[in-house]
């Protein structure tokens, strides 16, 4: 089965801190996705990675970097939280070209800025 | 318009009853569809995995297809409280695992 985790289930955090969100997969996938979930707008695309120190930027990239140094794991780094970061951030990995792919997800970070 | 138009709900049905969840989209490109369940303060699940047109059945559930009306079903017989979530519907134009577009999502509570 694939296994997807993240660091932490629940984070309260000051506006302005420095937050790292990370996620780690053990079945080799070459993708990772970083979304987040908010009631009345479903899941949207902050970035992607398709292999090792690649990144691409999702649909809503601002106020978020990420790092990938090694294929299993992916973090989210928000440099400077903000009150409307508060949300859901789900991480997804998936792998590329072995027949029915699809994405499979994290138990999900809850977010609360204050 | 959305990418992916979904009714967020939420839908209440009785323990036992047949429930009919589903998606409209506009890009004619997309082969590959999904349905995701969420459990509250869970991430999503993966149910269902369709290609192209057709009917997909899984025990109580059957992932419906129809590419010329740009629409699709997830149908779940005998629900159960159990069944209770919120399901996300999800499409791609390719088999690469990436460029996924999700619906918002529909919560469903089914009543004992």
């Known amino acids: 089965d694939v296994k997807v985790t993240q660091s932490s289930r629940y984070l309260v955090k000051r506006t302005g801190e420095k937050v790292f969100l990370e996620c780690v997969q053990d079945m080799d996938h070459e993708n990772m996705f970083w979304y987040r979930q908010d009631p009345g707008l479903g899941l949207r695309l902050i970035y992607f990675?398709?292999?090792?120190?690649?990144?691409e930027k999702g649909d809503i990239p601002e106020g978020y970097s990420v790092s990938r140094e090694k294929k299993e794991r992916f973090s989210l780094i928000l440099e400077s939280a903000s009150t409307n970061q508060t949300s859901m951030y789900l991480c997804a990995s998936s792998s590329t070209g072995t027949g029915q792919e699809t994405q499979y997800f994290g138990p999900g970070t809850r977010l609360l800025v204050l | 318009q959305k990418e992916v138009e979904q009714d967020p709900g939420p839908l209440s049905v009785p323990e036992g009853a047949i429930v009919s969840l589903n998606c409209t989209y506009s890009n004619s490109a997309f082969q590959y569809f999904m349905w995701y369940r969420q459990y509250s303060r869970k991430g999503p699940e993966l149910l269902m995995y369709?290609?192209?047109?057709g009917n997909k059945e899984d025990g109580r559930f059957t992932a419906q297809v129809d590419k010329s009306s740009k629409y699709i079903s997830l149908f779940i017989r005998d629900s159960q409280p159990s069944d209770s979530a919120t399901y996300l519907c999800?499409?791609?134009?390719?088999?690469?695992?990436?460029?996924?577009?999700f619906g918002p999502g529909t919560r469903l509570s089914v009543l004992p």
């Open positions: 999800a499409m791609s134009g390719d088999n690469y695992g990436q460029n996924f577009v």
């Open positions: 990675s398709y292999d090792v120190k690649m990144k």
């Open positions: 369709t290609y192209s047109s």
